[in-house]
């Protein structure tokens, strides 16, 4: 089972429109209302491909009641930690030949002792897990010295622990010893004050997170596909030619089936291309970690093998 921990959920409303134009009024042609946020797409992704995943967050009012509702109609495991504030509400706008515009509130506030309670609830529901992700941004009030500690408990508990977050969380992340990172390009870029615009800088960058202790470094590159770092070596992996019908949620599959292969036993650089693969896949679909199990293994069985770098 692997354990998919969202700090900061959403209810995502995803609207289709013919063509988007501001300032002026539309009509939505088609509606999707889902439980959103990144592990929950990572999570999505693990169960389209047949393995086990179990979700958790931090949930309030009527919205994060909707929100658990929703994943347990998805057949989407989980326990919530209930907080005071309302759970945020994230619109995606998708129009016909263009990516998706998404709008994210910044999240509800939480307090100190709603953190604790979260990180005294994510150390109990990882005991049975072997692979922990931990995915997007930190609500309001959760302290990056909180995020350090849950992280390190983890780590302590002998998880395999993937953190995907940016910016400050991302800092407070690259700083405890034994985690594995997956990061976009830009993200990386922006916390080590480098320009990542290719597969060998990225790898390069990783090269350094190592030798500060970080345990492995995953960075997608878009449309450029991805490079995995471990301790024995450095891989790239490039996604077929698709005509992208939206990339939300790629990055949250590329993870997903990176960890879903690993914890098959993969070796990293099949386990790269899985998650290259399940990335692309989701790039033919509107909704965030919806993919299907047959085009990821269309993708990867027409992916070149990872090269090392």
């Known amino acids: ?167 400050a969380a991302l800092q407070a992340a690259l700083n405890v010893r034994g985690v594995n990172i997956k990061v976009n390009a830009a993200e990386l870029g922006e916390a080590l004050g480098l320009e990542i615009l290719n597969a060998e800088q990225a790898a390069n960058a990783g090269k350094r997170l190592l030798e500060n202790g970080i345990s492995s470094v995953a960075v997608t590159l878009g449309r450029d596909g991805a490079v995995l770092v471990t301790e024995s070596s450095a891989w790239c992996a490039r996604p077929p030619a698709i005509e992208v019908v939206s990339s939300v949620g790629s990055g949250d599959a590329f993870l997903g089936g990176l960890v879903f292969a690993l914890e098959a036993g993969n070796p990293p650089e099949v386990a790269l291309r899985y998650g290259v693969a399940a990335g692309a896949a989701n790039a033919l679909h509107v909704g965030g970690g919806v993919i299907r199990q047959e085009e990821v293994g269309e993708f990867f069985h027409r992916l070149p093998k990872s090269l090392a770098l």
């Open 1 to 167: 089972m692997i354990l998919c921990v969202t700090p900061n959920p959403a209810i995502d409303r995803t609207l289709h429109v013919d063509a988007l134009r501001l300032g002026e009024v539309h009509r939505a042609k088609e509606t999707l209302t889902a439980a959103g946020g990144k592990g929950l797409n990572v999570a999505r992704t693990i169960r389209a491909l047949g393995g086990s995943s179990f979700c958790m967050g931090l949930v309030g009012g009527h919205t994060g009641s909707l929100l658990a509702e929703l994943a347990e109609r998805e057949g989407l495991p989980a326990h919530w930690t209930r907080v005071k504030n309302e759970t945020r509400t994230c619109v995606i706008l998708v129009e016909q030949g263009r990516d998706a515009t998404v709008i994210n509130e910044r999240g509800a506030d939480v307090s100190a002792d709603e953190c604790q309670t979260f990180l005294r609830d994510v150390w109990t529901q990882a005991e049975p897990a072997q692979l922990v992700c931990l995915s997007g941004s930190l609500p309001p009030g959760f302290a990056l010295d909180d995020f350090s500690l849950l992280l390190r408990g983890l780590v302590e508990r002998q998880k395999s622990v993937w953190v995907d977050t940016s910016g």
